[in-house]
């Protein structure tokens, strides 16, 4: 997802820290009312695994990999999603390693008759489903970079008809047994009801770069010259925050390069006037809606 350049012309820069272009992000933490209910959608609907359950918790991945990619945590009686949302997460994304495995997917999803959304986003392909707490989740394969269209200073995406007889052919002859073990999460996509605090936060003292889009009510971040690792949009500026109550992503996790990076990170945040719990390799930090985000280093993503 980066390459090895650290100047993009569709990119702007923090001006302080600067997160390496190396970053992988870990495991999402979800919070959600009926655990049952939700492993089985996250097994038999997305193809995902069980790693490992308590009596209040599951961990999932793909088939053969033992990375941990969502954690479900139950909290009986929380409140499902609403519709047009509310501050937090808005998806999650789950990066499949080429298009044959998204053609193979979203060819599963039609034999078991899931309602999907769809788009072509020049830079991905993208499949949108919603889980049982209302959860949005996007599933997408990435095009080749040098595929990309850069319009002067601006990276070019967008939402266009997705062509989902040629996706299911580039999938055609894969047998469905889950989803692939080299499957990661892509990016988080966040709702927020100011893109200037979400800059402050996820640009000036995290250190995101800025990706240039014309995209009305997004703000889009990445590291290393991906298209984004972090969305934030406005479109559900006037609901409320996801509360202790609420179905909601707890925590989304990122591994940087360095217990350096660790440090300096640490440092941007406090002299940012957030506050930062860092211990041995890891920093976490809440953002000012609520959902915590964990940056450890040497590839440890896991409390």
């Not at 390459?3 to 993009?8: C, D, L, Q």
């Not at 299911?168 to 499957?183: V, Y």
């Not at 041995?280 to 450890?296: C, E, H, I, L, Y």
Request: charge should be negative; glycine fraction near 10%; hydrophobic fraction near 35%.
């Amino acid at each position: 997802m980066t390459e090895t350049g650290r100047n993009y012309p569709y990119t702007t820069p923090p001006s302080g820290y600067r997160l390496p272009k190396g970053i992988e992000l870990g495991k999402v933490r979800l919070q959600i009312a009926d655990l049952p209910r939700s492993v089985s959608y996250y097994e038999n609907v997305l193809g995902f695994q069980v790693l490992e359950r308590t009596a209040s918790s599951v961990s999932l991945g793909a088939r053969g990999s033992a990375r941990v990619l969502v954690e479900l945590n139950e909290k009986p009686g929380v409140n499902a999603v609403p519709q047009p949302g509310r501050l937090g997460l808005y998806h999650f994304a789950i990066l499949l390693p080429d298009r044959p495995s998204l053609g193979r997917f979203l060819q599963h999803l039609s034999d078991i008759g899931e309602y999907a959304g769809m788009s072509d986003h020049l830079v991905s392909e993208a499949i949108y489903l919603t889980d049982p707490d209302g959860l949005g989740i996007e599933v997408y394969a990435d095009k080749p970079r040098t595929s990309w269209a850069v319009n002067g200073s601006n990276l070019s995406m967008g939402s266009l008809h997705l062509d989902t007889d040629a996706l299911m052919r580039a999938g055609a002859g894969i047998s469905w047994d889950g989803i692939p073990p080299a499957t990661v999460i892509g990016h988080v996509h966040l709702y927020v009801d100011s893109l200037e605090t979400a800059e402050k936060f996820y640009h000036n003292a995290v250190g995101f770069d800025k990706v240039n889009l014309e995209f009305p009510g997004a703000l889009f971040m990445s590291a290393g010259g991906y298209h984004h690792n972090l969305g934030t949009n406005t479109w559900a500026a006037h609901s409320p925050p996801s509360g202790e109550n609420d179905a909601r992503l707890l925590e989304w996790n990122v591994s940087l390069n360095s217990l350096d990076d660790i440090d300096r990170l640490s440092e941007s945040l406090r002299q940012s006037g957030y506050a930062a719990d860092s211990h041995a390799n890891v920093v976490q930090a809440t953002d000012p809606w609520g959902t915590r985000v964990r940056f450890s280093a040497e590839g440890d993503v896991s409390p």
